[in-house]
């Protein structure tokens, strides 16, 4: 099935420092990524749609200047939070959709759990 | 984008067989009913998708009534690792919307 790999899985940092997670997907191409955050006890709060070889299509609120996004290739796409600090801790949850091999077309990553300090 | 309202918690036990109940009024004649299970601090895990009437896998059935203004998860004797958050989402098929997640249903399996 449809695999999408998520590193690290869980990350500490130093407060304005910045931090980069990838999205893989191993086994199909992902022409589409979505990036999510989640807040604990809540639910996931879409950041931004990424396509390949496109700028990200930020939602409302979030900012784009802090939350770096590329998807270069139908395999890999990256989050990365910029000057991060204390509030931008949270679980970040990527999902890719493209060429599936079978499933519903979408497929979450395992998470990256940040912590700023 | 179909909304869509469950319950916010649900308890239970194990061996029982849980029903969860998601509304989605607004539904559209192309949308399909996709529910996701996730644990904590991990990502959501697909379990099953359906357009109408019922579908069955290995891990759950859904079932789908002909308004398919709402839609039912049932999950057969559950178990202690059953446990998680039970999401409801709408939309087309085959990875063309973007997955919005609401509120999802925290279930609890108890001994």
């Known amino acids: 099935g449809a695999v999408v790999s998520q590193h690290p899985s869980w990350v500490i940092c130093k407060s304005g420092t910045s931090v980069k997670i990838e999205c893989r997907s191993l086994?199909?191409?992902?022409?589409?990524m979505f990036w999510y955050r989640q807040f604990p006890k809540q639910s996931l709060m879409l950041m931004a749609t990424?396509?390949?070889?496109?700028?990200?299509?930020?939602e409302q609120g979030v900012e784009k200047d802090k939350f770096l996004i590329n998807h270069a290739s139908l395999t890999l796409s990256t989050l990365t939070v910029t000057s991060a600090h204390p509030e931008d801790s949270s679980f970040y949850i990527c999902?890719?959709?493209?060429?599936?091999?079978?499933?519903?077309?979408?497929?979450f990553g395992s998470g990256t759990r940040l912590t700023v300090v | 984008l179909a909304k869509t309202t469950q319950p916010i918690s649900m308890d239970s036990y194990e061996g029982q067989e849980v029903n969860i109940t998601c509304s989605h009024n607004?539904?559209?004649?192309?949308?399909?009913i996709t529910w996701y299970q996730q644990f904590p601090s991990q990502g959501p895990r697909f379990i099953i998708q359906?357009?109408?009437t019922k579908v069955t896998n290995e891990v759950a059935s859904l079932f789908i009534p002909a308004d398919r203004k709402s839609s039912t998860l049932s999950l057969p004797r559950v178990s202690l690792s059953d446990t998680a958050v039970y999401y409801c989402?709408?939309?087309?098929?085959?990875?063309?919307?973007?997955?919005?997640f609401g509120r999802g249903t925290s279930l609890i399996v108890h001994p």
């Open positions: 999902s890719a959709t493209g060429s599936h091999p079978g499933g519903n077309g979408y497929t």
């Open positions: 086994d199909f191409q992902a022409t589409t």
């Open positions: 990424s396509n390949e070889g496109s700028k990200a299509t930020y």
């Open positions: 607004n539904i559209a004649t192309n949308d399909y």
């Open positions: 359906g357009y109408k």
């Open positions: 989402l709408v939309g087309l098929s085959g990875g063309s919307y973007i997955p919005t």
